[in-house]
């Protein structure tokens, strides 16, 4: 299933799987993958939450006060994605579908994540504290394909 994911889209989900881990879950989650993204300072995704005028730092802390205590130590090793993150991942493929992007990368994951979580919160990206559509519009700004001067 990820062979469309690029480099900075794998490892944010190996960093994902590191998170669940160090948080003692035994399968990765929506969350988890929030972790992933934002850990890989240098990627498109932290350059479009940037360009919402979204700090990382800010949303470090919310996912920390979310998980609270971490639970009891599991077993390293590579976790099950759990459903919410399985649609998370799909959503992505599908956006990338959208935009004729033959690649998923972290901006494809954030974009999912942030449609994700609108649907759940009535439009607004609880995580983020804004509506989703200004993410999915810095997303449009950043990875739309050129259009030439005729509009084609």
């Known amino acids: 299933m990820l062979e469309r994911f690029n480099s900075i889209a794998v490892r944010s989900i190996q960093y994902a799987n590191q998170a669940a881990h160090r948080l003692g879950y035994t399968s990765i989650g929506a969350n988890h993958l929030w972790a992933g993204i934002l850990r890989y300072r240098t990627s498109p995704a932290n350059a479009t939450l940037a360009s919402c005028g979204v700090r990382r730092s800010a949303i470090v802390r919310r996912l920390r006060l979310q998980h609270g205590v971490p639970r009891p130590p599991v077993p ?3 976790r099950p994605v759990d459903p919410d993150a399985k649609s998370v991942i799909q ?3 599908a ?7 033959t690649f998923i990368g972290s901006e494809h994951i954030l974009l999912a994540l942030s449609r ?3 649907d759940a919160v009535s439009g607004h990206i609880e995580l983020l504290d804004l509506p989703y ?5 810095a997303f449009a700004r950043r990875f739309a394909p050129p259009t030439t001067q005729y509009g084609g």
């Open 76 to 78: 390293p090793g590579r």
């Open 91 to 93: 959503l992505a493929i």
């Open 95 to 101: 956006i990338a579908d959208e935009y004729d992007h």
């Open 116 to 118: 994700h979580c609108a």
């Open 133 to 137: 559509s200004v993410v999915e519009n």
